[in-house]
């Protein structure tokens, strides 16, 4: 008759390459929000965009005049609501989601390198994979 067979157990490579796609995901969640003003703000690559291209316009406008220079302009919350942001603030939070995902990266490097490093399974459990995160 048909015997069962365990599967093998997962070797130590294994175990590095799923906690180096949990370092990834990890990274992901770290970086597509962050707060600026006490409120938070969706700072994924569409959000980084839409921003990016909102500060070119403004600038823009300011340059020709149409604009004053301590105007605001609604920009949304990840809750949804409107917060007013000048120009200045928009490239601030710019520069604060840029740090945030820069900030998010260096993490899982330094994460990535620690896990290529270990040299037991033991070694590999006891990397912290949820601390240290922006």
């Known amino acids: 008759g048909l015997q069962w067979v365990d599967p093998p157990a997962p070797t130590l490579d294994d175990l590095k390459a799923a906690a180096c796609v949990q370092v990834r995901d990890r990274r992901w969640r770290s970086h ?25 316009a403004r600038e823009t406008a300011q340059a020709l005049g149409l604009e004053a220079v301590d105007a605001t302009a609604g920009w949304e919350a990840k809750d949804g609501t409107m917060v007013p942001m000048t120009l200045s603030d928009l490239r601030a939070l710019l520069l604060a989601g840029v740090a945030r995902t820069q900030a998010a990266f260096d993490r899982q490097a330094q994460l ?23």
Do not use: C, H, Q
């Not at 399974?121 to 990397?127: N, R």
């Open 32 to 56: 597509i929000v962050v707060r600026f003003g006490g409120v938070e703000f969706v700072s994924d690559d569409t959000a980084a965009t839409r921003l990016t291209a909102a500060i070119t």
């Open 112 to 134: 990535t390198a620690e896990i290529k490093a270990a040299e037991t399974s033991e070694a590999l459990a006891a990397i912290d994979l949820d601390s240290g995160w922006p």
